[in-house]
């Protein structure tokens, strides 16, 4: 056999090993949903799937716990003391105890799923600072400590353990636009037009990352 012959029967049986395969992307179908279907405002830009499998979506106005079925809208009502206090959501996370971190322009608000009310982080760093700047990012380290980028203000981190918070004066703190903490607990900071930047001595340094070549 040529290698002509070759190449056809090897091209045979990719196809007929291709024809094979159940094509399932029929199946798949898409919803876009906006206000009509109950979302509060189209500008989403956070989402989060919980422990309890509800869908979260912050907008710039309000937040929005979907079931697959229907929306329930939180927003601010100067009525309730126990209600969201700024509508404006810019980043979500669910702690290991089931409560959601609500990241707004006005600082950090916990929601408690079973009283089903919300409370504003008010807690001092250990340099008496509290988060009161628009949050940019939440997220958690390996050992479910909880990790903040705040506009202007730097990195906050939450000790679970300790229930204390701790605050990073990072420079140009105005420009910290990602945080991720990895196995080692090493920080990385992503900065808007200036790179990437780490830690892993808890902030007494704060460097430059390159790679072997210095780019």
Not at 128 to 131: F, K, N, R, T
Not at 153 to 156: I, L, N
């Given at each position: 056999m040529n290698d002509m012959k070759k190449a056809l029967l090897t091209l045979l049986l990719v196809l007929l090993h291709l024809s094979a395969i159940p094509n399932n992307y029929s199946s798949y179908s898409f919803l876009h949903?906006?206000?009509d279907n109950g979302l509060s405002q189209s500008h989403v830009k956070a989402i989060l799937k919980d422990s309890y499998g509800f869908m979260w979506f912050g907008t710039k106005d309000g937040l929005n716990r979907y079931d697959g079925s229907?929306?329930?809208t939180f927003k601010y009502d100067h009525k309730n003391p126990q209600s969201l206090g700024n509508n404006a959501i810019n980043s979500l996370h669910e702690n290991k105890d089931g409560n959601l971190w609500i990241g707004t322009d006005n600082g950090i608000y916990l929601y408690n799923p079973i009283m089903e009310s919300f409370s504003k982080l008010e807690k001092k760093s250990q340099d008496?600072?509290?988060?009161t700047q628009p949050i940019v990012q939440i997220t958690a380290d390996s050992h479910e400590n909880i990790w903040l980028i705040v506009e202007s203000?730097?990195?906050?981190y939450f000790d679970n353990d300790k229930q204390a918070l701790f605050h990073y004066p990072?420079?140009?703190a105005h420009a910290l636009?990602?945080?991720c903490v990895d196995q080692q607990n090493t920080v990385w900071l992503g900065y808007k037009g200036k790179g990437l930047y780490y830690t892993n001595d808890t902030f007494r340094t704060l460097q430059l990352f390159t790679t072997k070549d210095g780019k």
């Open positions: 949903i906006t206000g229907n929306f329930r008496s600072v509290c988060i203000q730097g990195v906050f990072v420079p140009d636009s990602s945080i």
